[in-house]
Nanobody, 115 residues
């Protein structure tokens, strides 16, 4: 069955960086668009970024442009989210997704940006 396992979250100070990883299994990874979503406390889930199977097309939410980078390693069946210049408003649970719109979600990893 499809499994998406996120890692790399944690507590970081404003202006800091984190790299999230999502290890995928149970499907042909290199044929699916992958994505990252996030959900802040009291807010709806929102799209962060998506990346097509070969990485040829990438889309970012406006808040992510210039600060976040999505990438993938098809050999490792892993998708990444590099987050730089983090702000307190980036605090959220970050989810890895398969397909756009998503068919499957990971369990999420908490990112907390606070001094």
């Amino acid at each position: 069955q499809v499994q998406l396992v996120e890692s790399g979250g944690g507590l970081v100070q404003p202006g800091g960086s984190l790299r999230l990883s999502c290890a995928a299994s149970g499907f042909t990874f290199n044929t699916y668009t992958m994505g990252w979503y996030r959900q802040a406390p009291g807010k709806a889930r929102e799209l962060v970024a998506t990346i097509t199977p070969t990485g040829g097309s990438i889309n970012y939410a406006d808040f992510a442009k210039g600060r976040f980078t999505i990438s993938r390693d098809n050999a490792k069946k892993t998708v990444y989210l590099q987050m730089n210049s983090l702000k307190p408003e980036d605090t959220a649970v970050y989810y890895c997704t398969q397909r756009y719109p998503p068919s499957y979600w990971g369990q999420g990893t908490q990112v907390t940006v606070s001094s």
